[in-house]
């Protein structure tokens, strides 16, 4: 089986931002079969209940849909992604500039076919772009596996499953998003060997680097001017 390199698997990456009229900032992003749009609403008036008198509170939402690879045994723990994506978009977002307030953010997955995680972190930090909310960095997202010890990015369920059927050895996903200046942050689901960290922060740049081309090419076609 042909597993895409680096660039192949970059090539797929597709944005489109403010496609939802009623919001205040929103994208579609996609990775090949992977896509999700992510909807920000805000700054608004958050509810005396739950105001902050310093900084703005955010409230995210992550929505499943029922559209995953056929093959994919994994069930999302919505809540478990939540709260990894709300670790990594906190500290991204100027939340002094709007004390009282709320940003709402609302993730709703089309479609799951691995790669998820990612997927969303790229979706939020392109929908919080749009809405012109204050940000101390940008994140761009990348998902690395290991399988046999040769390293894979973006992979797919259906890909995943194939190789699970051949009886290749149990494997798992790291996800690191990096800043424009080179600062990374990871989770993952299983402790990865160092030496396979290492690898991937090696590369990650590269990947982050198209993240970001893609980020700025969305935003000059939205503002009609893409030369």
């Known amino acids: 089986m042909h597993l895409q390199t680096l660039e192949e698997r970059l090539s797929h990456i597709g944005l489109q931002l403010g ?50 690879a056929p093959s994919s045994k994994l069930e999302i723990n919505v809540g478990g992604m939540e709260n990894i994506i709300f670790k990594f978009i906190e500290k991204m977002i100027m939340r002094e500039l709007y004390p009282h307030s709320a940003i709402v953010i609302t993730i709703q ?15 939020v930090c392109s929908a919080l772009i749009d ?25 797919q369920k259906e890909v995943e499953h194939r190789l699970v059927e051949n009886s290749v050895e149990e494997f798992y996903e790291l ?3 990096q800043t424009r200046d080179g600062r ?5 689901d299983f402790p990865f060997t160092s030496n396979q960290v290492d690898h991937c922060l090696n590369v990650v740049g590269k990947s982050s680097q198209a993240i970001f081309d893609v980020y ?3 935003c000059k076609k939205k503002l009609n001017v893409l030369s």
């Open 175 to 177: 996800t690191i998003a």
């Open 131 to 155: 809405a012109g909310i204050g940000l101390n960095h940008v994140l761009a997202a990348t998902s690395f596996c290991f399988i046999n010890d040769q390293c894979h990015y973006f992979i």
């Open 216 to 218: 700025t090419h969305a």
């Open 184 to 188: 990374v942050a990871m989770t993952s």
């Open 19 to 68: 496609m939802l009229s009623r919001s205040d900032g929103s994208a579609f992003f996609s990775i090949e079969d992977t896509s999700v749009i992510a909807n920000v609403q805000g700054p608004i008036e958050a509810r005396m209940s739950s105001q902050k008198p310093d900084v703005a509170i955010i409230d995210l939402n992550l929505l499943p849909s029922h559209t995953v």
């Open 109 to 123: 997955i089309i479609s799951d076919y691995g790669s998820l995680l990612s997927c969303c972190i790229n979706a």
